[in-house]
């Protein structure tokens, strides 16, 4: 199991003795990296007082790697595959965008890093989410959106998506050339073209859900708290722990597209046709992901023919798994076997069961040509 204080006490402790520290960051010189497992997959940990802890995703797991101080809060880690880089988001409106060593073998580079400050504004603004959109990466920001280059991490572009003092971006989901878009406390998700940043498309949550508002027991007002597309549908999750799909097709096509869309297309919701769960969660979406699991209990392990390569053996595994969505939230409701009155005490916190402080998820399976959730 991984202690996150034990690694901040231990850095601190170690920080005391280390005077040689970048002037941005602080290196833990007693554990700086272990190359041996650095170099294959790891896993990352952000904390509240700004460390960044790797840990292998292999081996050893509860063995800190390597760990990191950058001047504020950590709220956001994405790794980006098609430059190979790990992007972390600073409460302070700063990037750091950590790379691998030149040389082989050798991991992630954590003594030399790249810092992109956002903004100009005397009052920092929270890196709440990182997204890679075509050939940029996008950083949502307070109420902004910024837009970066890779490899030089240049800002190309910076624009105002919302305006107020708690204004916060906090989902971008690319699909096609379109990126939909969603804010703290508000019901609407924006599909924004990704070349002009021009919005094509919003679809506001409470309208949606009205018809049914009374009889699912929803008492306050309905936000976004989670999105995903996946498998031509458009999945959100709601505060109030409602799942919801939407349809997705392209402008350009009369029936539902069964393949993946192509990049020049943006993929609009089809709001008449949007489909309620009736499964949800107690409390807010917290997240929605796609998984994937093998059916076979204990695969064999498949010997590799001296005509097969790596990647042929890497799709063929794939096409053998099976995709699952899975959401996470506190509790969980079915719809089907409560009526509004109860639905309604649940929420308010009135009736105290054993479930209520517990975190669930729940899994669709996705591996049709076209999966509505039910």
Sequence with gaps: MVNLKEVEEESDSDNESNSSCHENFEICSSQKSDNL?????????????????????????????????????????????RHNVVMVGCADSSVAVFSKHKESGLGWNMDNYKLVMLGKTMTPLP?????????????GYGGNIAVLTLPNINIKENHVFTEGERALVTHMVPLGTGVW?????????????????????QVNMEEVLKPVSVS???????????????????????????????????????????????????????RDEARISLHGHQGAVRYIIVARYSAEE????????????????LLRRRSACTRIVLSGGEGYIS???MD???????????IIRGFTDHCHMIAWDVSGPRTIVS
């Design 37 to 81: 497992l650095l170099h294959k997959p790891t896993f990352w940990l952000g904390t509240q007082s700004g460390f960044v802890a790797i840990h292998s995703a292999v081996a050893q797991s509860e063995t800190l790697l390597s760990r990191v101080r950058l001047k504020d809060s950590i709220l956001e880690i994405r790794y980006v595959a």
């Design 127 to 139: 890196v709440s989410v990182i997204s890679p959109v075509r050939d940029n990466i996008w950083v």
């Design 181 to 201: 878009i969603a804010c703290r406390f508000s019901s609407v998700l924006t599909l924004l073209d990704s070349t002009s940043m021009q919005p094509l498309q």
């Design 216 to 270: 699912y027991g929803f008492t306050t007002l309905i936000r976004v708290s989670a999105v995903l597309c996946y498998n031509n549908l458009l999945w959100i999750g709601t505060s109030q722990g409602a799942m919801v799909t939407i349809p997705l097709k392209s402008l350009s096509s009369s029936s539902y597209v069964t393949e993946p869309p192509p990049d020049q297309t943006p993929m609009f919701a089809v």
């Design 298 to 313: 204990n695969p064999a392990p498949r010997k590799m023919s001296n005509s097969s390569s790596n990647s042929e053996v």
């Design 335 to 337: 719809y089907r076997d």
């Design 340 to 350: 509004a009155g109860t639905l309604s005490t649940i929420r308010r916190g009135r």
